[in-house]
């Protein structure tokens, strides 16, 4: 879309918007720019993590040449272009025009604490994916005495960190979402009664 159908789109949703249906109204729209805002950056956050797992697992398993490298390779490429293509898909709205009427506001507001939601759900099924294919395999390694003991141990650790640390981040997004479509739909049983 061009800039100036963008424009043209603006100043109708300005010209057309009802007056304020209250504080809660102009909280929810500065809500949601607080929230494209924070969506943005977190977005290009992932996919320079994309990125640097990719080349990162490419040049580590070019380092160690053997077939289990290589495998363990293509795992991670598969679920970070997953990964990466689901969060393309899941963000699309972040990147469209903004400015938008209070109900604009309200509705997109809604949307990207639903995305959220789709985000926290596909997050739980990558998680418990990546868990059951990296605890065999380390425990295999373990039991083929390709892995120390201390290492096994500190791997497992570790991933246990990091689970607990997504739950966590998980329950909190989740937890937040509900609590963002709560708000505009209370606000918008307000303005209907």
């Known amino acids: 879309m061009n800039s100036d159908q963008e424009m043209k789109q603006w100043r109708e949703a300005w010209q057309i918007e009802p007056p304020s249906s209250g504080p809660a ?43 289990e490298m290589l495998l363990w390779m ?13 969060s393309i898909w899941n963000w699309q709205a972040l990147w469209r025009a903004s400015a938008q009427s209070v109900a604009g506001y309200m509705l997109l507001y809604r949307a990207r604490a639903e995305a959220t939601l789709r985000a926290v759900k596909f997050g739980w099924a990558l998680l418990v994916l990546q868990l059951f294919i990296v605890v065999p395999w380390l425990t295999y390694d373990r039991l083929q005495h390709r892995m120390p003991q201390i290492r096994y141990g500190f791997a497992m650790l570790l991933l246990a960190l990091l689970t607990f640390v997504y739950v966590r981040m998980f329950l909190r997004q989740r937890r937040k979402a509900l609590e963002e479509i709560q708000l505009v739909d209370g606000e918008v049983a307000h303005c209907e009664n």
Request: hydrophobic share 55%; net charge positive.
């Open 74 to 86: 293509v795992l991670v490429w598969l679920l970070t272009i997953a990964a990466s293509a689901f």
């Open 25 to 67: 109204s102009a909280e929810i729209r500065n809500k949601a720019i607080r929230q494209e805002k924070s969506l943005r950056f977190k977005f290009i956050l992932e996919m320079a993590l994309a990125v640097t797992l990719l080349v990162g697992s490419a040049i580590y398993s070019s380092v160690k040449h053997n077939a």
